[in-house]
Nanobody, 123 residues
Framework: QVRLAESGGGLVQAGGSLRLSCAGS???????????MGWYRQAPGKQRELVAV???????NYADSVKGRFIISGDIAKHTVYLEMNSLKPEDTAVYYC??????????????WGQGTQVTVSS
């Protein structure tokens, strides 16, 4: 299985920037490999939400709340992904999780999760 490790979290003032990194190790279960990687976040008392995702063919998608401020990039084949976070707001405060997915059968998918890294934005 793939193991994911995040880094780059910390404390930053509103309006500042952070870069999160995620590195994967190990190997996929199936032969298709990882098809997308992304970032989720979870704030206290809230549901975990998708922040951004990038696919193995280069397409990206962002939550409306971060469009224009965050940029996701990476090399899916190497199981690496980054998240550039700019113009940070206090509402961005959350634990950020790196994810990677691969097909698990014809319909379902297998999702790998990192341990998470804390991002705190002060006002």
């Amino acid at each position: 299985q793939v193991r994911l490790a995040e880094s780059g979290g910390g404390l930053v003032q509103a309006g500042g920037s952070l870069r999160l990194s995620c590195a994967g190790s190990g190997s996929t279960v199936g032969t298709t490999g990882i098809t997308d990687m992304g970032w989720y976040r979870q704030a206290p008392g809230k549901q975990r939400e998708l922040v951004a995702v990038i696919t193995n063919y280069g397409s990206t998608n962002y939550a409306d709340s971060v469009k224009g401020r965050f940029i996701i990039s990476g090399d899916i084949a190497k199981h690496t992904v980054y998240l550039e976070m700019n113009s940070l707001k206090p509402e961005d405060t959350a634990v950020y999780y790196c994810t990677a997915e691969e097909p698990d059968g014809p319909v379902e998918r297998y999702t790998y999760w990192g341990q998470g890294t804390q991002v705190t934005v002060s006002s």
